[in-house]
């Protein structure tokens, strides 16, 4: 079940000066507040979510609307940053420099061939940031290099995390034999 309140929503917008147009949606300086959700049709799990995601927007007055697109298509989009919001998995890795890096780093947004940072940030701190945690080499310093990149995340949404994924192949041997060797 979803926790989030159309009304809270509502409140925020208010505060930030959006007043409530005649058609339903919040607007600033003659401008509805309108976006697109994209995700690939076929993968029916990100479709749903999308979907889901601009119904509740749409409560909340935001003119948001999904739309289904083929993959080969959406990979296009999101790889020259032609979109204005999407659902996209995030790196793992067995630190979470993985994670942050594959959201934040420009190195990876070049032109028309995005492999990760597909919102185009470049900020020069959080570069900074991301260096900082790439050479952090023990549990505390990682922890404490997270704290800056946490609270620029949380303070930008320059990314949204909304859900876990599955973390495929993983597997525990200790209960099975004969696994081959070199």
Do not use: C
Not at 121 to 143: E, F, I, M, R, W
């Amino acid at each position: 079940s979803s926790t989030g309140s159309a009304a809270a929503a509502k409140a925020i917008m208010k505060a930030a000066g959006f007043t409530m147009g005649s058609d339903g949606f919040w607007q600033k300086g003659g401008k509805t507040v309108a976006l697109t959700i994209i995700s690939p049709s076929a993968y029916t799990d990100m479709a749903e979510v999308d979907s889901i995601a601009a119904q509740e927007l749409k409560a909340a007055g935001i003119d948001a609307t999904f739309q289904g697109l083929a993959v080969t298509a959406w990979n296009s989009d999101v790889a020259d940053g032609d979109f204005q919001m999407t659902e996209h998995w995030s790196n793992g890795g067995i630190t979470p420099y993985n994670m942050y890096e594959g959201w934040l780093d420009p190195k990876l947004a070049t032109g028309n061939a995005a492999t990760g940072d597909y919102e185009r940030l470049n900020d020069p701190a959080v570069v900074t940031d991301l260096a900082k945690l790439a050479s952090a080499n023990t549990v505390a310093d990682q922890t404490a290099a997270l704290v800056p990149l946490e609270q620029y995340v949380a303070a930008n949404l320059p990314v949204i995390p909304v859900e876990t994924a599955s973390e495929w192949f993983e597997y525990d041997s200790q209960h099975f034999v004969g696994w081959p060797t070199q």
